[in-house]
C-alpha cells in the first residue's frame, strides 16, 4: 500500500495553550506520520491518529470554558488523555463552589468512555497519567441497526451517566457488526458511519447539554435530521467539527442551577 509521511501542524495559538496547560507532559506533538493512499493512519484501526493540537486544545477549552461536570465519550483515544486533564482541572478550581450551591451530579468532574476495541482501551489506560479516579471506561460492541427504517448502528452497551458534554469520535465502520437486508458498514469502507446512539438518548438529555461530533459529516446531518427538540447546531468546515447545543428553558430549579454554576442560565435556541 502507498503511503505518505505528514506531520500536523498546529496552529501557534493552540500549540501555546496545549504547552501552557502541560499537556505536553501526556505525548509528544512532534512525530511524523505515515498515510495511507486513504488518509488514514490505518485502515484496519490498529495504528492510533496522531494528535491533532488544534482538536484537542478545542475539546480541552470547551470543557474548562463551559465548567463541564460529566463527559461522555463514544471513541477512546488521545482526546481521553485531554479530557480528563481539563476535567481535574475544573475540580481543582470549582469543586468548592459545586458543593456550596448544592448542584445535582451524580458523577461529578468524571469522564466516561466506550470503545469497541479493549485493546484501545488498555492502551489509553496504560499510557494515561492523568486518569485517577475520574475517568471509567465501558468495552462494548457495536451492531448494525436501522431508526426509523433508516440504516445506522448503536454500542450494545452505554455508561448510564447524565453528561452535559459528549463527543462523538467512534465507532470506526469496521467495527459495526452485521448487517440489515445485506448492508453492512464493516463490509464496505465507502458507507459512512452512522450513529444513532445519541437519538435514543436525546429525550433524557437537560438544557446545557453540548455535542462535538469530530468529522463524521454525513453522521451529523443525520443528527440533525432526526434530533426532536431544541438544538443550536454550527457547523465548522475548517475544523471539520460540528457541534449542538440543547437551547431550552431550563426544566426546573436544579437543572437551573447547574446552568448558572456552568454560566449558560440564558440559554435559548
Not at 96 to 123: K, M, Q
Amino acid at each position: 500500500m502507498q503511503t505518505k509521511t505528514v506531520r500536523y501542524a498546529a496552529k501557534p495559538e493552540a500549540l501555546d495553550y496545549f504547552r501552557r496547560e502541560g499537556l505536553d507532559r501526556y505525548f509528544s506533538v512532534e512525530a511524523e506520520y505515515a498515510l495511507s493512499a486513504y488518509d488514514a493512519i490505518d485502515p484496519a484501526n490498529k495504528v492510533p491518529y496522531p494528535p491533532d493540537v488544534d482538536d484537542l486544545v478545542r475539546l480541552h477549552r470547551l470543557i474548562r470554558e463551559r465548567r463541564v461536570l460529566t463527559v461522555l465519550e463514544f471513541g477512546v483515544g488521545f482526546s481521553t488523555i485531554v479530557m480528563a486533564d481539563a476535567l481535574a482541572k475544573n475540580k481543582a478550581d470549582h469543586e468548592a463552589d459545586f458543593l456550596a450551591e448544592g448542584i445535582r451530579c451524580l458523577y461529578p468532574f468524571s469522564l466516561f468512555s466506550v470503545d469497541a476495541d479493549a485493546n484501545w482501551i488498555g492502551i489509553v489506560q496504560k499510557n494515561a497519567k492523568c486518569m485517577g479516579g475520574g475517568v471509567n471506561f465501558l468495552h462494548s460492541a457495536v451492531h448494525i441497526g436501522t431508526f426509523h427504517d433508516r440504516l445506522c448502528h448503536y454500542y450494545d452497551a452505554l455508561p448510564d451517566v447524565m453528561p452535559d458534554f459528549i463527543y462523538l469520535d467512534g465507532p470506526a465502520g469496521d467495527q459495526v457488526v452485521g448487517h440489515v437486508d445485506g448492508s453492512s458498514f464493516a463490509g464496505n469502507m465507502e458507507r459512512t458511519v452512522m450513529s444513532a446512539d445519541l437519538l435514543r438518548l436525546e429525550p433524557t438529555l437537560t438544557p446545557g447539554t453540548f455535542i462535538l461530533v469530530d468529522g463524521r459529516v454525513n453522521n451529523a446531518r443525520f443528527l440533525r435530521n432526526n434530533f426532536q427538540r431544541e438544538w443550536k447546531m454550527l457547523r465548522d468546515d475548517e475544523a471539520d467539527i460540528t457541534t449542538f447545543e440543547l437551547c431550552e428553558p431550563p426544566l426546573g430549579v436544579h437543572n437551573r442551577r447547574r446552568l448558572k454554576f456552568q454560566g449558560l442560565i440564558g440559554l435559548r435556541a
